[in-house]
């Protein structure tokens, strides 16, 4: 299956200001999907979005890692690996994805829901958590998402706990939404060590709280290891970039999502 780029993913500006590094202004105070997230400038990776679904409804949300920066192949990235395995068995409607590089996890359930008031709920909802430290901030009149490094953390004292109140909050509101509206909530997290950049896992802050977070059965270094052993090629364990995953990691991904859903 192949998924339509509604346009290229690397062609979004970078801002620097003050402390950290913000990716592209947002448009707040918009309901509509494609007014808050311009279509024209933020690209996302996805089957053009349709009120009449024929098939399971599956809704693929996450920032860069679901993405697929850094993968070349957009069939090893971890959402189509899950969406190419359900297929085999289920009719699905459509490849649908809100996820965008950068986004935080409250960024990307304001656009669950907006998807959702304009295309329909979705049968099922895959969530690849990004990290909890990721939050807005303003700057001249306009609105930005900001990565809280330790730097900033440094400066500004609880930073780090107020972005992971805000994604926490935005969570669970997407995880009793779905419990409400009989809506499969499955996520897990690319996030799990603490590093300069990334303080704050999600991991940390969302396991053993929920029952639509899962973590997998086999321990990461085992499955990489096994990968490995069994897998040639470039980028098995960093994309093309040099920081996002590599194909074997969206391979795991991949495992947990299935694992999740197969239960």
């Known amino acids: 299956m192949m998924i339509v780029e509604q ?6 500006n970078i801002f620097t200001v003050g402390q950290g590094t913000h990716d592209f202004p947002l448009s707040p105070f918009k309901t509509n999907i494609k007014d808050f997230i311009n279509f024209d400038i933020h690209k996302i990776r996805t ?7 024929n098939g399971k409804h599956i809704l693929f949300a996450g920032c860069s890692v679901t993405h697929g920066v850094g993968i070349e192949d957009e069939m090893d990235i971890w959402s189509s690996i899950v969406f190419n395995e359900i297929t085999k068995k289920e ?3 459509g490849f649908y994805s809100v996820a965008y590089p950068g986004h935080s996890i409250t960024l ?5 829901m907006r998807y959702i008031s304009q295309y329909g709920k979705p049968d099922v909802i895959f969530f690849n958590l990004p990290s909890t430290a990721r939050t807005f ?5 306009a609105i930005y998402l900001s990565q809280v490094t330790k730097h900033q953390e440094a400066n500004y004292p609880g930073s780090i706990m107020l972005a992971n109140h805000t994604n926490f909050e935005s969570y669970l509101f997407l995880h009793e939404f779905c419990k409400a ?16 950049s990334d303080p704050a896992p999600a991991l940390d802050l969302f396991k053993d709280k929920f029952d639509s977070f899962h973590i997998s059965k086999v321990k990461v270094e085992d499955y990489l290891e096994d990968y490995m052993m069994n897998h040639t090629g ?8 040099g920081q996002h995953p590599g194909i074997a990691l969206h391979s795991y991904y991949a495992s947990i999502a299935l694992d999740a859903y197969y239960e």
Do not use: C
């Open 181 to 196: 509206t009989d809506t499969r909530l499955i996520s897990f997290t690319w996030s799990d060590l603490p590093t300069d």
């Open 234 to 241: 470039k980028n098995l364990l960093l994309g093309t970039d």
């Open 137 to 141: 901030m303003a700057h001249e009149d």
């Open 91 to 93: 009719k699905v409607s």
């Open 108 to 112: 990307q359930v304001s656009l669950i």
């Open 47 to 53: 089957n053009m979005y349709t009120k009449n679904h």
């Open 7 to 12: 346009d290229e993913h690397d062609s979004y």
